[in-house]
């Protein structure tokens, strides 16, 4: 258990709609990074922050929009969801800014029908 | 061409087999390098990490940079059923920028 929560695990939704990931980072961990793990690109960075601020972003579409609270916790917003979107969604965190050492979440599987 | 390029498998060996798990790479900036395990259906786990070039182990695991060849491995001695699972390789600049992963290779280790 690598001290990641991910909620919910599985997601179903139509296409049109909005969902909400949510993940909680390991205590103490101050960067949280959203990646999206599909059959056919791997697992691809979307966003990180740290302590509150989005500190880097990466293959994140405009329809997807992330955040992090004061007690570190973050979620990932997907709009107007789209069936090429289905795909596993995790966070990981980090102690720090250094990237290297994250933990992962065991991931939220989302499906777009 | 992808940054980072890894043969997607599945490698099928037999238990106490010595597994070679490679990953190769085009950006000559890569300086941090990471070995995942991810388990079907889990989140990927860090297995080891190295700094630029050399070997490191761990146990049974051995991870090897070649920087001048753009060329890592990760090497599994004595292997086990419980080591099935897909290797992801990842790799970074430096230590606070993004991490770029191979697509991963399927291993399974069969009794």
């Known amino acids: 258990d690598s001290g990641v929560t991910q909620t919910p695990k599985h997601l179903i939704t139509a296409t049109g709609q909005r969902v909400t990931l949510r993940c909680s980072p390991r205590?103490?961990?101050?960067?949280v990074y959203w990646y999206q793990q599909s059959l056919d690109q791997g697992l691809q960075f979307l966003i990180q922050y740290y302590n509150g601020e989005e500190r880097a972003k990466g293959n994140i579409l405009e329809r997807f929009s992330a955040q992090q609270f004061p007690d570190l916790h973050s979620e990932l917003n997907l709009s107007s969801l789209e069936l090429g979107d289905s795909a596993l969604y995790f966070c990981?965190?980090?102690?720090?800014?250094?990237?290297?050492?994250?933990?992962f979440g065991p991931g939220t599987r989302l499906t777009v029908t | 061409q992808k940054e980072v390029e890894q043969d997607p498998g599945p490698l099928s060996v037999p238990e106490g087999a010595i597994v070679s798990l490679n990953c190769t790479y085009s950006?000559?900036?890569?300086?941090?390098f990471m070995w995942y395990r991810q388990y079907s259906r889990k989140g990927p786990e860090l297995l080891m990490y190295?700094?630029?070039?050399g070997n490191k182990e761990d146990g049974r695991f051995t991870a090897q940079v070649d920087k001048s060849s753009k060329y890592i491995s990760l090497f599994i001695r004595d292997s086990q059923p419980s080591d099935s699972a897909t290797y992801l390789c990842?790799?970074?600049?430096?230590?606070?920028?993004?991490?770029?992963f191979g697509t991963g290779t399927r291993l399974q280790v069969f009794p």
């Open positions: 990842a790799m970074t600049r430096y230590n606070t920028d993004k991490l770029i």
């Open positions: 205590s103490g961990d101050l960067s």
């Open positions: 990981a965190s980090s102690a720090s800014l250094a990237d290297y050492e994250q933990y």
């Open positions: 190295t700094y630029s070039s």
């Open positions: 950006n000559s900036a890569f300086q941090y």
